[in-house]
C-alpha cells in the first residue's frame, strides 16, 4: 500500500497559519475517521498532536487543529512559533491492524 | 510516567539479523497493542508490526512479511522485533511506540539500525 501524500515543504512566518495536506484513498482515510497527526523533531520521539482526525491530546496546544472531508485530512498550525519547525506525518487506521504514513512534511519557520 | 525504552540497534550485514527490544514502564503493559514504527534516512514513518494484548494476534507490513517477528513478554514489560534476512532498506530509526484507540499516543526515542556491507 503506498504512503499517504503529502506536501514534502510547506514555510511560513511567526504569526501566520499553515495548512499541511495529507490525501488517502476510500480504504483509509476515506473510511475511517481515524487519521491522526505526529510532530516529530529528528533524533526525539514522534509525538501525537491530533487524533480522530480532529481531536487534540491533553496537553497539545489549541494551535493545532485537524479537519477532514473525503478522503483528505488537514492540519493547521495557526500562530507559528519558531518551535513548530519540525517535521509533520500523518497516519491512517488501513483496516486489518494495519497502518499508514504520510511521507511527511517538513514545516519551516522563516 | 509511560516510558518506552528501545535497545538492540546497531550495524548488520544484508542478509544477516538483528533484535530490538523495547521496554515499558508506567501502565498496565498487557492492556495495551504494541507497534514498531521506522524512519528511514531522509524518508517518511513507516508502520512496521503491531502485536496484540496477549501476543497471540500480531500483523505486518507486506514490507517485512516473512522476514520480521513481533512478540511480547508480559511479565517483563517487553516487545521485541526479531528481524532476519535483512536489506539495505530496512535501514531505519525504529520506534516502539503504544497503541490508544488505533493511535499512536507515545513512542520511545528509537535505536538505530544499518544494514551494510
Known amino acids: 500500500q503506498s504512503a499517504l501524500t503529502q506536501p514534502a515543504s510547506v514555510s511560513g512566518s511567526p504569526g501566520q497559519s499553515i495548512t499541511i495536506s495529507c490525501t488517502g484513498t476510500?480504504?483509509?482515510?476515506?473510511?475511517?475517521?481515524?487519521v491522526s497527526w505526529y510532530q516529530h523533531y529528528p533524533g526525539n520521539a514522534p509525538q501525537l498532536i491530533i487524533f480522530?482526525?480532529?481531536r487534540r491530546p491533553s496537553g497539545v496546544s489549541n494551535r493545532f487543529s485537524g479537519s477532514k472531508s473525503g478522503n483528505t485530512a488537514s492540519l493547521t498550525i495557526s500562530g507559528l512559533l519558531i518551535e513548530d519547525e519540525a517535521d509533520y506525518f500523518c497516519c491512517s487506521y488501513a483496516g486489518s491492524s494495519t497502518w499508514i504514513f504520510g511521507g511527511g512534511t517538513k514545516l519551516t519557520v522563516l | 510516567q509511560v516510558q518506552l525504552v528501545e535497545s538492540g540497534g546497531g550495524v548488520v550485514q544484508p542478509g544477516g539479523s538483528l533484535r530490538l527490544s523495547c521496554e515499558a514502564s508506567?501502565?498496565?503493559?498487557?492492556?495495551?497493542?504494541l507497534h514498531w514504527v521506522r524512519r528511514a534516512p531522509g524518508k517518511g514513518l513507516e508502520w512496521v508490526a503491531v502485536v496484540f494484548y496477549d501476543g497471540n494476534e500480531k500483523n505486518y507490513a507486506d514490507s517485512v512479511k516473512g522476514r520480521f517477528t513481533i512478540f511480547r513478554n508480559n511479565s517483563r514489560n517487553t516487545v521485541h522485533l526479531q528481524m532476519d534476512n535483512m536489506r539495505v532498506d530496512d535501514t531505519a530509526v525504529y520506534y516502539c511506540?503504544?497503541?490508544?484507540?488505533?493511535?499512536?499516543?507515545?513512542w520511545g526515542q528509537g535505536t538505530r539500525v544499518t544494514v551494510s556491507s
Open positions: 476510500s480504504s483509509d482515510i476515506g473510511n475511517y475517521n481515524l
Open positions: 508506567g501502565f498496565n503493559f498487557r492492556g495495551f497493542a
Open positions: 511506540a503504544r497503541q490508544e484507540s488505533r493511535r499512536f499516543d507515545y
Open positions: 480522530e482526525s480532529s
